[in-house]
């Protein structure tokens, strides 16, 4: 079955860096699409970064263009998000999410995605 496990959050300070992984199980990441989102608490979740199966197109949200990278490793099936130069405003819960529909570019919208990780989160605090 389709699994999704976000780790790497943590602590950090403003400025600081950190790497979120999203370890997949049940399908190939050539296959889905791979989505970042982010929510805090009372507010709309929002589409951080994205990257399609097979062509690796990618697409980065406005607020984190120049700071945050996304990649990943087929061999060890998994999607990462560098996270650089963070902001307390970084601070949130980070989900990874798979589209089965794999657009290019990926969808930065939420209802686009059919399965969902558990959530990290992340800290920015001095």
């Known amino acids: 079955q389709v699994q999704l496990v976000e780790s790497g959050g943590g602590l950090v300070r403003p400025g600081g860096s950190l790497r979120l992984s999203c370890a997949a199980s049940g399908f190939s990441l050539d296959d889905y699409g791979i989505g970042w989102f982010r929510q805090a608490p009372g507010k709309e979740r929002e589409g951080v970064s994205g990257?399609?199966?097979?062509?690796?197109?990618?697409y980065y949200a406005d607020s984190v263009k120049g700071r945050f990278t996304i990649s990943k490793d087929n061999t060890r099936n998994t999607v990462y998000l560098q996270m650089d130069s963070l902001k307390p405003e970084d601070t949130v819960v980070y989900y990874c999410?798979?589209?089965?529909?794999?657009?290019?570019?990926?969808?930065?919208?939420?209802?686009?995605?059919?399965?969902w990780g558990q959530g990290t989160q992340v800290t920015v605090s001095s």
């Open positions: 990257i399609s199966g097979n062509v690796g197109s990618t």
């Open positions: 999410a798979a589209d089965v529909f794999r657009p290019v570019p990926p969808s930065s919208l939420q209802e686009s995605y059919d399965y």
